[in-house]
């Protein structure tokens, strides 16, 4: 597969991605993921294999893009009224999202079918862009908040480490402390 990113496709592409990404799902749902095939997913899909192979190169990359929209978060972080509570939160839904069965596996299909990064670049954007809002609402409220990587090097990325390579030492407790840690040592002085 070309290196190239690909745009958000509209029109008739958008209507390919869609009828692939739900051929995927439903085949996965029914047969399993290591039954999926490039023309398995094109028939149930109704568009033919050199599509598929055209747009996605093969089975991996096709399953990296699916995931990456399973990644997606549905809706802005809840507000609890405060920097602490709103992160606090967020950390823990991430923490049980991402360390589900499903949730890991769509993080290795994500990362598993990417050659040139973007889908993992993309996985990053959806956790800084909710951080963000989190933080964008401290702001707004008067409270002091640290920048947002320094959320994303101390909150979720020791989450998604122990996530892939050490699964079962995270609870939601050990998400809160990694939110107070960093609430409490790593915050601009003022």
């Known amino acids: ?3 190239q990113p690909r745009p958000r496709p509209g029109g008739r592409s958008a209507r390919v991605q869609r009828s692939v990404h739900e051929a995927v799902r439903e085949l996965e749902a029914e047969r399993g993921r290591a039954a999926l095939t490039v023309p398995l997913v094109a028939k149930h899909a109704g568009v033919t294999p050199s599509t598929i192979y055209r747009r996605w190169g093969d089975i991996k990359e096709l399953l990296s893009d699916v995931a990456v929209e ?3 978060p549905e809706a802005p972080p809840a507000d609890a009224g405060s920097l602490r509570a709103d992160l606090e939160a967020w950390a823990v839904q991430f923490l049980e999202e991402m360390s589900s069965t499903a949730g890991r596996d769509y993080i290795r299909d994500a990362l598993g079918g990417d050659p040139d990064g973007s889908n993992a670049g993309q996985c990053s954007a959806y956790a800084v862009e909710q951080v963000e ?3 964008a609402r401290a702001t ?4 002091p908040a640290p920048a947002v990587d320094v959320v994303v090097d101390h909150v979720v990325a020791p989450m ?3 996530i892939l390579f050490r699964p079962g030492l995270l609870d939601a407790d050990s998400a809160r402390a990694l939110v107070d840690a960093t609430l409490t040592r790593l915050m601009p002085q003022g």
Request: aromatic letters at 6%.
């Open 1 to 3: 597969m070309s290196s």
């Open 70 to 72: 399973r990644l997606r």
């Open 133 to 135: 809002i989190i933080l």
């Open 140 to 143: 707004g409220r008067g409270e």
């Open 160 to 162: 998604m480490y122990r």
